[in-house]
């Protein structure tokens, strides 16, 4: 806020002629605000947030409409061709073959028994080893880098209740990372999406009585469950020798575009956004997965009600960059096509949402095909998508 008194001082200064007016900016051009300076010391996240940089205004959104996949696809897509492909930027990264399924699974659950360890370490109040999390960071990035389809189908079919808030640190954190690739991140700050999806969710170690909970948290366990970003932003900064973007990242991934978010109430431009990015790979992966309080979304049901009502919470960038990792239709969801066969999607052509590769499984009479036939549906027009088909209702027919 500007002190009258600050104001004063600069009108006498420039009667006096010792400073030049300031200069209004264009009408068009976005105002520079001013930065803080530099400090030698590590700043409290607590007392002050980091100021963000400017940034253009955003087009205005028009009135939203039911959404179709015509309309979804012209604003999901708008900025694809802008985006350099996945496989170049694992080039850029580094050189090696391709791991198949089995090396991502070891690769998925060795992460997952690694943060179940520093989550009971933390619970018990013990020593964390950072070197150990920054281990599991660069495995994750690495192999996430590789664009391997067996890891993000792993994110989907692995479901464990009783484990969820590990599951939940891995999900998010392989999510998070394929999101910072679109964004075009270099490796360093995909490590720090990494870590951040890795124990942005730490403290509920505490809470597990409240979040297994089946039924509507009273106003006490919502109080004690809405601290864990605070709880966990703390811990970090001041047992593990960490950078403030992570600290911050972890702080903030439950506040929201509208406001409507904790534990600070934060608004758009004041979020970062390592934070905007973690909180909707959080988002999405609660969706998917099954809670004592509610039945999992199938991975296409929960990328459609993002799209459509995500944009309150998120920005437009975060939300298109989910969608292109992910897809309109995710590896490993069950489609039928215009012809009657059943298939399963293997693989998503971020440029093309609804023509992905796939494995088609079953006949039009839904009889098993002896040799399984795999199509990239961008090499054959005449062959689309009909519709989103249930697994157990097209294995057990």
């Not at 080893?129 to 996430?144: F, P, Q, Y």
């Not at 702080?251 to 608004?267: C, F």
Request: proline residues 7%.
């Amino acid at each position: 806020m500007v002190r009258m008194v600050d104001l004063f001082n600069r009108a006498k200064k420039h009667m006096e002629g010792k400073e030049e007016p300031p200069k209004q900016p264009m009408p068009s051009q976005p105002v520079e605000k001013e930065q803080p300076p530099v400090s030698e010391k590590k700043p409290s996240i607590f007392k002050e947030q980091p100021a963000k940089p400017p940034v253009p205004e955003k087009e205005k959104v028009p009135v939203k409409q039911p959404v179709e996949f015509a309309h979804m696809l012209s604003e999901i897509t708008e900025s694809y061709s802008l985006l350099e492909k996945k496989e170049d930027i694992a080039r850029n990264f580094m050189r090696t073959s391709m791991p198949d399924g089995e090396e991502m699974k070891k690769v998925y659950f060795e992460a997952l028994n690694s943060i179940r360890e520093i989550f009971n370490l933390y619970k018990d109040n013990a020593t964390i080893d950072e070197n150990k999390i920054m281990a599991i960071a660069n495995r994750i990035v690495n192999n996430v880098i590789l664009d391997s389809p067996a890891l993000i189908r792993l994110i989907h079919e692995s479901d464990s209740p009783e484990l969820y808030i590990y599951h939940n640190a891995v999900n998010v954190s392989i999510i998070s990372v394929a999101m910072g690739l679109i964004y075009k991140y270099n490796k360093s700050k995909l490590l720090d999406l990494a870590v951040i999806g890795l124990l942005h969710d730490i403290d509920l170690v505490h809470n597990r009585h409240i979040i297994d909970k089946p039924a509507k948290l009273n106003e006490a366990e919502l109080k004690e469950i809405t601290s864990h970003p605070l709880n966990a932003a703390t811990f970090v900064d001041n047992a593990l020798n960490f950078t403030k973007e992570i600290v911050n990242g972890i702080l903030q991934h439950h506040e929201r575009k509208d406001g409507n978010g904790y534990p600070a109430g934060l608004n758009d431009l004041q979020i970062q956004d390592f934070a905007e990015i973690v909180g909707l790979a959080d988002t999405y992966a609660s969706m998917t997965h099954y809670r004592p309080y509610k039945e999992k979304t199938s991975p296409h049901l929960a990328i459609l009600n993002i799209i459509n009502t995500g944009k309150n919470s998120f920005s437009n960038n975060v939300v298109k960059a989910l969608v292109a990792c992910i897809g309109l239709y995710p590896v490993g969801t069950w489609l039928e096509l215009n012809t009657g066969e059943i298939c399963k999607v293997l693989n998503t052509n971020y440029d093309s949402p609804l023509r992905p590769v796939i494995s088609i499984l079953l006949d039009k009479n839904k009889n098993k095909l002896r040799e399984i036939r795999t199509i990239d549906l961008r090499d054959i027009p005449s062959l689309y998508i009909k519709q989103i088909v249930d697994e157990k209702s097209v294995v057990n027919s």
